[in-house]
C-alpha cells in the first residue's frame, strides 16, 4: 500500500458530477425557478417570491460549497452563468406580465448582450482547464445586485427607482463588460 492520493484539486477539470450535492442543487435550481416564473408572469406575489428565493439560492450555494469543501470549476461556471439565465428569463416574464418596459431590459442586461459575442472564444479554454478560474470583478458583482434591485422596483412599480438602476446596471454593465474582455485577450490573460 503506498501513500494516500492527494486530494483532487476540483478547481481544475470541469465535471458537470461537481454539481451533484446541495451547492450545485441551489445553482441548478434557477432553471426550473425561471420556468415557474415565466408560468406566473401576470402574478407579482408568486414573481416577487421567485426573486426572493433566486436571491437566498445565490446567496446560500458559493459558501456552502467553499465552506464544505465542494467548490468545483463546474459550481463556479454554472453559478455565474445560470445567474445570467435566470435574471434574464424574470425580466422577460415581467416584461411580458406588463411590469417593466422594453428599454430597461437593454440597460440591465448590455453586459450580457456583449459578453454573448465572447462565447465562442473562452468556452473550451474555460472548460478544458486552459484557464485558471475566473472571480467575477466588484464592477460585476455590483451589477447583478443593481439588476435584481431594479427587477424588485419594478414589480413594486417604483418607475424611478426601475429607471435609475438600468441607467446605472448600463454604465457599470458595460465597463465589466470591457473588463471581461480585456481579461481574454493573450494581455489581459498576462495581467492575472
Known sequence: MGEPAEPEDRTQRMRWSDLYNLPGALTLSRLPLAWLCAQHKHDRDALALGLF????TDVLDGPLARRWGLSSR??????????????????????VGGFVEGHH??????????????????????VQAEEPLRQP???????????????????????????????????LGVITAGQYLWRETPWGRADT
Open 53 to 56: 428565493v433566486f436571491v437566498l
Open 74 to 95: 463546474a459550481g463556479v461556471f454554472a453559478d455565474g452563468w445560470l445567474d445570467k439565465f435566470f435574471l434574464v428569463a424574470f425580466a422577460w416574464s415581467i416584461l
Open 105 to 126: 431590459l437593454l440597460g440591465w442586461f448590455i453586459r450580457e448582450i456583449i459578453q454573448a459575442v465572447m462565447v465562442p472564444f473562452f468556452f473550451r479554454r474555460h
Open 137 to 171: 470583478s466588484a464592477a460585476g458583482k455590483a451589477t447583478t445586485i443593481i439588476v435584481t434591485l431594479g427587477l424588485f422596483a419594478a414589480l413594486a412599480g417604483q418607475r424611478s427607482l426601475t429607471d435609475l438602476s438600468a441607467i446605472f446596471a448600463g454604465v
